[in-house]
């Protein structure tokens, strides 16, 4: 089913990409914008391998791939998302970099459009407060893998309308996703409860309770999880886990979001994760 709806999504890194990719699989048009010409080109890159590989699986018919890629176009300049319906933000994790976007967002589209955040962890409440329609802001969390993951968590702001929210529950729907709702809390669900489990296998590395794959092993044959919570840590990037945990320490607080001293030293240390090549293992592919 082709959409007339036009989407934007502002920044085209690893949830960039998958969300832009995710709404041109459902029919819509997609506009995906980046300040850099190069991250436009490896995302557009991504999109095909993600593509290649549901082909593979037998979940896309391979006739279906052109149409998907000739539905996103791809761009440099922001005033690119002035006829759109809906705008993803998918910058990064950084609250003055967000309200700046969220002001500008606001005086290119049209008083209709709804401004959505993909943000992990940052207030919508505060992003919408950047804006002259807070009515019309809302969080969209998408998981990481995009095309993979079912859960969209969509956080409502204080102002953010009955009306906005039933139009992007129902989009989430319509994408395949499965849409639960969330107010707006340090963390939203999943981090506040994600994070500090991290942030706890991490100071039983730091105090000498058992190795990171033991940690692991636990997790993934006592609590049946698919990834331990030290390889995830890694998956996720120990720099965005940092800021998480800042962000729930700022927010309540309360000590027990209290940053681990390991992971504070880790990050100092450009020890990442995946991305750098070394976390708590070391990635050599």
Request: neutral net charge; glycine residues 8%; hydrophobic residues 40%.
């Amino acid at each position: 089913m082709e959409h007339t709806r036009r989407v934007a999504v502002v920044g085209s890194g690893t949830m960039g990409n998958g969300i832009a990719q995710v709404f041109a699989q459902s029919g819509y048009p997609v506009v995906l914008t980046d300040v850099s010409p190069e991250a436009l080109d490896r995302a557009a890159q991504t999109i095909e391998k993600n593509l290649a590989r549901m082909v593979k699986k037998g979940s896309l018919g391979e006739e279906q791939v052109p149409g998907i890629l000739e539905r996103i176009a791809r761009s440099t300049k922001i005033e690119s998302v002035r006829d759109s319906k809906l705008v993803v933000e998918a910058i990064i994790e950084d609250a003055s970099a967000k309200r700046d976007l969220f002001t500008r967002l606001d005086e290119l589209t049209g008083p209709e459009a709804i401004l959505a955040s993909n943000t992990s962890s940052i207030s919508i409440t505060e992003i919408a407060a950047a804006t002259k329609r807070p009515d019309r802001v809302i969080g969209m969390h998408f998981m990481n893998p995009v095309p993979v993951m079912q859960l969209i968590e969509i956080i409502r702001g204080l102002a953010t309308s009955d009306e906005t929210y039933r139009e992007i529950e129902e989009l989430a729907r319509g994408l395949g996703k499965t849409p639960v709702q969330v107010n707006d809390y340090p963390g939203f669900v999943s981090n506040r409860v994600l994070m500090p489990m991290i942030n706890e296998a991490i100071f039983c590395v730091m105090e000498g309770v058992a190795s990171p794959h033991d940690i692991d092993t636990v997790m993934k044959l006592g609590m049946n999880h698919p990834m331990g919570p030290l390889t995830l840590a890694d998956f996720i990037g120990l720099d965005v886990c940092l800021n998480i945990m800042k962000v729930l320490y700022d927010g309540f607080g309360d000590p027990k979001y209290r940053p681990c001293p390991l992971l504070v030293k880790m990050v100092k240390a450009g020890r990442l994760g995946r991305k750098s090549r070394r976390g708590f293992y070391e990635y050599n592919d």
